[in-house]
């Protein structure tokens, strides 16, 4: 079982770029990597996945680097409302790994 | 993405009773079902697998006499909290997977439990 390890907390102005990595030194083959965002009193809610190489959509662009030992997650011009907690998840879903979460990176944005 | 319901959305209980929280798939439906619990300022924490039509299975140091499970349709999962203490007063979140795209959890709103 990948498990992860990301910074606690963040701290960003709006209309930057922020960057969280999250480290899984023994990633799995099989494993993919999974972003999820939560706020207060909220569930989890899916914000980007992948597996290698760069993966980008309409929220959040996603960089792994080739040997998949980490991730990051790149929130562009990050406004008030992305103030939330990210959590980094890696497994494979045939093995029922995929739900491990770790204590997640508290980003908070100020004005 | 999928939608995922809960109810009731909070709910406050006297100690000693048991609290049903349901966990529904709006637009699609899900063979397996997933609960966690979160306490404040913590992740989450997966309790157990629900399965439609058969047993759940509990993650380790998870009574399962305490949370029954019951996942008897295709579209609904319950989670039953027994005879509630106050330290059983967390946020519950179920999710689901779609088939086809089982890497990704949808989560639903949550469910806030007060014990007094």
């Known amino acids: 079982l990948a498990k992860t390890t990301q910074p606690i907390s963040m701290d960003s102005y709006e209309g930057q770029e922020v960057n969280i990595t999250c480290s899984h030194n023994?990633?799995?083959?099989?494993?993919?990597i999974t972003w999820y965002q939560q706020f207060p009193s909220q569930g989890p809610r899916f914000i980007i996945q992948?597996?290698?190489t760069k993966v980008t959509n309409e929220v959040a662009s996603l960089f792994i680097p080739a040997d998949r030992k980490s991730s990051t997650l790149s929130l562009p011009r990050v406004s008030l409302s992305d103030t939330a907690v990210y959590y980094c998840?890696?497994?494979?879903?045939?093995?029922?790994?995929?739900?491990?979460f770790g204590p997640g990176t508290r980003l908070s944005v100020l004005p | 993405g999928a939608v995922v319901s809960q109810h009731p959305s909070r709910v406050i209980c006297k100690s000693g009773t048991s609290v049903k929280i349901e966990c529904r798939s709006l637009?699609?439906?899900?063979?397996?079902m997933f609960w966690y619990r979160q306490f404040p300022k913590q992740s989450l924490m997966l309790m157990a697998t629900s399965n439609e039509g058969s047993k759940a299975t509990y993650e380790q140091g998870v009574e399962k006499d305490k949370f029954l499970i019951n996942h008897a349709s295709l579209t609904l999962s319950t989670l039953t909290v027994t005879s509630a203490h106050p330290e059983d007063s967390s946020f519950y979140i179920c999710?689901?997977?779609?088939?086809?795209?089982?890497?990704?959890?949808?989560f639903g709103p949550g469910t806030r439990l007060l014990v007094l």
């Open positions: 999710s689901t997977k779609i088939a086809g795209a089982e890497e990704t959890q949808y």
């Open positions: 023994n990633i799995a083959t099989n494993d993919y």
């Open positions: 637009d699609f439906q899900a063979t397996t």
């Open positions: 998840l890696v497994g494979d879903s045939d093995y029922g790994q995929n739900f491990v």
């Open positions: 992948g597996y290698k």
